[in-house]
């Protein structure tokens, strides 16, 4: 069964600084990774995804991943945070035929200004 | 182009009642996926189809959740006798076939039961 875990249930930054949430995941397969956002009172959208392609991943808003296999883990980051960064993060793990998509516990991040 | 749509957006309802929620996926897409989220906690899955068919259930479906997708096409998720720890969103997925492991969300329905 495939899992992930979120280390941190809660990030605080300062705006402008480095924003890093970790996600460590199990996989019996290689493993289709994703992070997900959630603002308040809004469905999950899709930040980035690693298929097994270049293990550097970038998306949305400034956001990138690197998947680690040695290390299990694929950490979000993004070198400055915006205030409108403020919101729920999910890591995601799936098989690659996506039978079911597994997310992590999720961590708020906080930007102070 | 519309996304994934799920009404109602927020129901109450008191304990013992029953309550169904809809989900219209992405044309075209062929697989809907159910998820359940509670306050602080990640998604967690209940069940997903591929076009008509419910391929797999989670254990946390106990017996008074039922879900259907009857035309392949909209879905529904009905809790009969609802009771306090039913309160929850209820998320809405889909996907596309041959995509890129991409799953579509919905903004959710949110159950409160009283």
């Known amino acids: 069964a495939q899992s992930v875990t979120q280390l941190g249930s809660h990030v605080s930054v300062s705006e402008g600084a480095l924003v890093l949430l970790r996600c460590n995941y199990s996989s019996s397969v290689p493993p289709y990774l994703f992070w997900y956002v959630q603002y308040p009172n809004q469905g999950l959208q899709l930040l980035l995804k690693y298929t097994s392609a270049a293990t550097l991943v970038k998306g949305i808003n400034g956001f990138e991943a690197e998947f680690k296999k040695s290390e299990t883990s694929f950490h979000l980051t993004k070198p400055s945070a915006h205030m409108s960064d403020a919101a729920e993060y999910f890591c995601a793990v799936s098989d690659n035929n996506n039978n079911d998509m597994r997310f992590g516990a999720g961590t708020r991040l906080t930007v102070k200004p | 182009d519309t996304g994934v749509s799920q009404d109602p957006r927020h129901k109450i309802t008191k304990r013992g009642q029953n309550v169904t929620f809809r989900c219209d996926p992405i044309?075209?897409?062929?697989?809907l996926y159910w998820y359940r989220q509670t306050l602080g906690q990640g998604p967690e899955f209940l069940t997903y189809?591929?076009?008509?068919?419910?391929?797999?259930k989670s254990r946390l479906l106990s017996d008074r959740f039922s879900a259907e997708r009857p035309k392949g096409s909209f879905s529904t998720l009905e809790i009969q006798r609802t009771e306090q720890g039913d309160s929850a969103m209820y998320l809405c997925?889909?996907?596309?076939?041959?995509?890129?492991?991409?799953?579509?969300f919905g903004e959710g329905s949110r159950l409160t039961v009283l």
């Open positions: 189809f591929q076009n008509e068919a419910q391929l797999e």
């Open positions: 997925a889909s996907s596309p076939p041959r995509g890129t492991g991409e799953l579509f």
């Open positions: 044309s075209e897409h062929n697989r």
